[in-house]
């Protein structure tokens, strides 16, 4: 009789032995070993029933996460990115005039990706760390008349959040459609897609949802189903395509691409971990540990980049790096002696902000605590008085 070789491999015997990580940067986050273990069962085919009763709960699970009732609402076999191009590609195409909230780095991104896919993008722009007013917003809607409006509801390039009801409020009035990166609010902070209006939303794996990168969540309300159906000419991209994806995923079962059954693994054990906790629950761990840590980090003298409280990411901190100290020095130290890696700002921010992620595993006091002495112990190594 044939046998089927079964896993046995220990630890041991593995030949890769990755460094151990305190994962405190904007993502990836600190994975839970949980998941781990998820992702470690073997795998089954894109097309076993198996495969697609995980996915089907994962719809299920997405759903909540996402505040909403979108039936369309599965995974993109891709990083964040690939659900931004996702959103982007299927609703912009030559000549749809795109109004673009700029206000960071992936804001930038967004604007970018509708240019290529042939949207005429038109910005209203705001320094980093900076966010949007009702007003403002709604008057550039009112004042552009767009067909589609892109915003970034955390943007982790400055710990700023974005609040949409306005914005999706003055698109709809204008029969806009509203696409909303939700990359590292989702599973961290209160995203509320549907309260919020939001047409199309994109999220990733590694963030606010504490699992490896390489999927992204995305949700479609009907109503940017029905404009997709009046699109005459096809998406310029073949993978993104949301109707074939959907094919493959929610309705025919038909092959589309072959998608790893070990990332699904994970992510169903991520929202299985959220599930337990209560997401209500989980979203009051991440705030807690936000105000403790701008607390303790304001305690030692250092200010956060976004100035109202209101306007912070729970999940993701951006204080300012003081006066004559050399961020990557503190970097340096933090990686070298406590094996914790945080992120430096970029573009305008190059040098001026630290990028501290409390997300997952590590929103919690004790994680906090330890992060802050790790921290104080680097910036006065690196010449802090304060
Ligand atoms: C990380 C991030 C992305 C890109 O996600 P990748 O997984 O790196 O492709 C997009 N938008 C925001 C706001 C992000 O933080």
Redesign the pocket.
């Known amino acids: 009789m044939a046998t089927v070789a079964e896993p046995t491999a220990t630890m041991d015997q593995i030949s890769i032995h990755p460094p151990k990580r305190l994962l405190y940067g ?2 990836p986050g600190q994975v839970h070993p949980r998941v781990y273990q998820a992702m470690a069962q073997p795998i089954v085919g894109h097309l076993d029933a198996y495969f697609f009763q995980i996915s089907n709960e994962i719809q299920q699970l997405l759903r909540k996460v996402f505040g909403t009732k979108n039936e369309m609402t599965f995974l993109i076999s891709a ?3 690939g659900g ?1 191009e996702t959103a982007i590609s299927n609703f912009v195409s030559p000549g749809t005039k795109v109004a673009s909230f700029g206000n960071g780095f ?1 804001c930038d991104r967004q604007a970018e990706m509708a240019r290529r896919h042939g949207g005429n993008v038109v910005r209203l722009e705001k320094p980093w760390g900076e966010v949007f007013s009702d007003e403002e917003a709604a008057d550039f809607i009112r004042l552009e008349k767009p067909q589609v409006v892109t915003y ?1 509801q ?3 390039s400055s710990g700023a959040f974005q609040k949409g009801e306005a914005i999706c409020n003055a698109a709809h009035e204008v029969g806009a459609l509203v696409i909303a ?1 939700c ?2 609010s989702l599973g961290a902070m209160p995203v509320e897609i549907d309260k919020t209006g939001i047409d199309i939303a994109y999220s ?1 794996s ?2 606010g949802l504490s699992c490896p ?1 390489g999927l992204s969540p995305l949700t479609v309300s009907p109503r940017a189903l029905e404009h997709l159906k009046t699109r005459t000419n096809p998406n310029r991209s073949w993978y993104f395509d949301i109707s074939l994806i959907a094919d493959y995923l929610v309705q025919s079962h038909r092959y589309h691409h072959t998608a790893s059954a070990t990332m699904f693994y994970a992510l169903r054990e991520g929202l299985a971990l959220i599930e337990e906790e209560g997401l209500e629950n989980r979203w009051e761990r991440h705030h807690k540990a936000h105000l403790e840590f701008v607390k303790k980090v304001e305690a030692l003298g250092l200010e956060m980049l976004v100035p109202n409280p209101a306007n912070r990411i729970w999940n993701l901190n951006t204080p300012k790096v003081p006066q004559g100290v050399d961020d990557a020095k503190v970097r340096a130290t933090l990686l070298k002696e406590n094996g914790i890696e945080i992120a430096g700002g970029f573009g305008p921010l190059a040098g001026k902000v630290f990028r501290v992620g409390l997300m997952g595993p590590l929103a919690t006091s004790e994680s906090v605590h330890h992060f802050m002495h790790c921290f104080e112990s680097a910036l006065r190594g690196a010449g802090y008085k304060g």
């Open positions: 904007p993502g990083t964040g990115s931004m992936f970034v955390a943007e982790t990166d990359v590292t990733c590694q963030k990168p």
